[in-house]
């Protein structure tokens, strides 16, 4: 098992900043590789970005390219997400989740945390 617990969400203005932070227990943290989705109201879980185990290696939604950021630190195993420039559409529930395989689906995420509320006011 492995606990995700997210923190850092809140209001901010369009083209503000927000960091979101994930902290893991549980199984050894360094074996997972990490995803961010975010799901607003009325629609599906969407996939933000990921992180590779090591932190090498990160992916992203086209259309958060450049103003999303994931790193990780896999001494105090944590995994934070920076949203910079943020839009009125980026309001969402934020998830991050663990997973063996990595990928964009959600379905290959095997364990996720409660979610925290990102609203960006226009």
């Known amino acids: 098992q492995v606990q995700l617990v997210e923190s850092g969400g809140g209001l901010v203005q369009a083209g503000g900043s927000l960091r979101l932070s994930c902290a893991a227990s549980g199984r050894t943290f360094s074996n997972y590789d990490m995803g961010w989705f975010r799901q607003a109201p009325g629609k599906e879980r969407e996939f933000v970005g990921k992180i590779s185990r090591s932190g090498t290696s990160t992916y992203y939604a086209d259309s958060l390219k450049g103003r999303f950021t994931i790193s990780r630190d896999n001494a105090k195993n944590m995994v934070a997400l920076q949203m910079n420039s943020l839009k009125p559409e980026d309001t969402a529930v934020y998830y991050c989740?663990?997973?063996?395989?990595?990928?964009?689906?959600?379905?290959?995420?095997?364990?996720w945390g409660q979610g925290t509320q990102v609203t960006v006011s226009s």
């Open positions: 989740a663990a997973s063996g395989l990595g990928g964009v689906r959600a379905g290959f995420y095997d364990y």
